[in-house]
C-alpha cells in the first residue's frame, strides 16, 4: 500500500468558472496493474473518508477479502477539498500565499472526475475493471461512468442518486448553518467553526442511521433518566470525533459539492444520461436508508440499460453500505461471477 500524491499543473477549469492553475490529489493504491491492465478496481470514498479503502472499507478491500490485491490494482483518490491530501481549503492558494479558507473554488462532483482523469492517465490506466462507491462516492462513480462511457466494464453505485433530493439539501443546508452559527467560523484560521462542525455531524448523523438504531443502541436502563441520555451523550461524542479529525471548511464545502450533484445538469435530461452508461451495472440501495431512499437507486436501476438491482436490509440505515459486508460481497461476487460466465460463452461461440 502506498499513498501518494498526483500534482497537476495546467490550468484546470471548474464548473463555477474559476481557473486553477495547478491541483494536486492524494491517492492510495493497492495491488499491482497486471500485464494486460484489465484489473483496476477504482473505489471512491464518501463524504469524511479518506483515500486508504482497506481502512474504511476493511470487509470488502485487503488480504482475502471481495477486492484483493493480490488479484486486483486498486486505486482510491481522496475527493479535492478533503482533509486527507487532496488540495483543500486549508492550502494556501499559489496567487496570494495564504489559505484559501472561505474563498476555496469548491469542486462539484463532476470537478473531482475531470480532475481525476489526468491521474487515470499518468497511472497507465486504459481501462476499469470494476468502479465502486457509495452515497458521495457513487455520486461520482455515476458522473464519471456518463462522461466516459467506454471506460468501465462494471459500476456499482451504492445508496446513492442521479441527483442530490431536497430532503438531502436541506440536511446539509442545516449542518452548514450550524457551522455558520459558530462565532469564529468568519476566522480565517485552520480550527475556525470547529464547535458548529460537532453540530452539524451530530445532525449528519440522525440521517445517516435509523430509529431502530437509536432505539435498540441508545435506549436507558431505568425509567428513572431525566438528564444526561446515552443518545445525547453518543450524539457529543460523534461530534467530538470528527472534529479530531476533520476540519469545518472542508466539510462545509464537500456538503455543497454533494448538493450540486446532478447528472442532468448542461446535459439532455437525467433520464437520458443514464441510458450513456455503458458499463454492466449493479445497484444496491439500502431499505431503511433515510437520506438516500431505495426509491433512488431504483429508479438508477430501472433507467440504466440492463442494470441489475439489489435491496439490502440493514439495521445500520444508510450506513448499512459501511457496515453490511457479508451481503455486499455476495451480492458483487455474483454479479462479477455471472458476467465473467457469460463473458467465457461469448469466447467459445
Known amino acids: 500500500m502506498s499513498l501518494e500524491i498526483f500534482k497537476y499543473e495546467k490550468p484546470f477549469r471548474l464548473e463555477s468558472g474559476a481557473l486553477l492553475n495547478e491541483y494536486h490529489l492524494a491517492y492510495t493504491t493497492l495491488g499491482e496493474l497486471n500485464e494486460t491492465k484489465d484489473n483496476v478496481v477504482w473505489i471512491f470514498h464518501a463524504l469524511t473518508a479518506n483515500s486508504n479503502a482497506a481502512e474504511w472499507w476493511p470487509g470488502l478491500v485487503g488480504e482475502g477479502k471481495l477486492f484483493d490485491p493480490a488479484k486486483y490494482f486498486i486505486v482510491c483518490v481522496n475527493m479535492p477539498g478533503s482533509a486527507y491530501g487532496s488540495i483543500s481549503p486549508l492550502d494556501k492558494n499559489p496567487l496570494t500565499g495564504e489559505s484559501y479558507y472561505h474563498a476555496f473554488p469548491w469542486f462539484t462532483t463532476r470537478d473531482m472526475i475531470r480532475a481525476y482523469q489526468p491521474l487515470r492517465e499518468a497511472l497507465g490506466i486504459r481501462k476499469i475493471h470494476v468502479g465502486i462507491g457509495g452515497s458521495m462516492g457513487g455520486q461520482q462513480l455515476l458522473e464519471w461512468a456518463i ?63 435509523h430509529y431502530e438504531v437509536y432505539g435498540i443502541s441508545q435506549i436507558e436502563d431505568s425509567n428513572e433518566v431525566t438528564d444526561d441520555f446515552k443518545s445525547e451523550s453518543y ?115
Open 235 to 349: 450524539q457529543r461524542y460523534q461530534g467530538q470525533k470528527l472534529a479530531n479529525r476533520f476540519n469545518a471548511f472542508s466539510y462545509y464545502f464537500l456538503s455543497k459539492a454533494m448538493d450540486a450533484h446532478n447528472i442532468g445538469r448542461h446535459r439532455q435530461s437525467i433520464e437520458l444520461s443514464l441510458k450513456e452508461i455503458k458499463a454492466r451495472t449493479l445497484v444496491i440501495g439500502i431499505s431503511n436508508d433515510i437520506l438516500f431512499p431505495l426509491e433512488e437507486q431504483r429508479f438508477l436501476a430501472s433507467t440504466i440499460n440492463g442494470a441489475a438491482f439489489k435491496a439490502i436490509d440493514s439495521f445500520y440505515g444508510h450506513d448499512g453500505f459501511l457496515l453490511e459486508y457479508e451481503i455486499i460481497t455476495k451480492s458483487i461476487s455474483s454479479f462479477l461471477k455471472q458476467h465473467s460466465k457469460e463473458d467465457s460463452e461469448k469466447q467459445l461461440a
Open 147 to 209: 462522461e466516459e462511457p467506454y471506460l468501465f466494464e462494471h459500476i456499482i453505485p451504492i445508496a446513492t442518486n442521479a441527483y442530490h433530493s431536497a430532503w438531502g439539501v436541506a440536511f446539509n443546508a442545516s449542518q452548514r448553518m450550524a457551522i455558520e452559527a459558530d462565532v469564529t467560523w468568519k476566522e480565517q484560521k485552520d480550527d475556525a467553526g470547529i464547535e458548529g462542525l460537532k453540530v452539524a455531524r451530530s445532525i449528519a448523523l440522525l440521517s445517516y442511521r
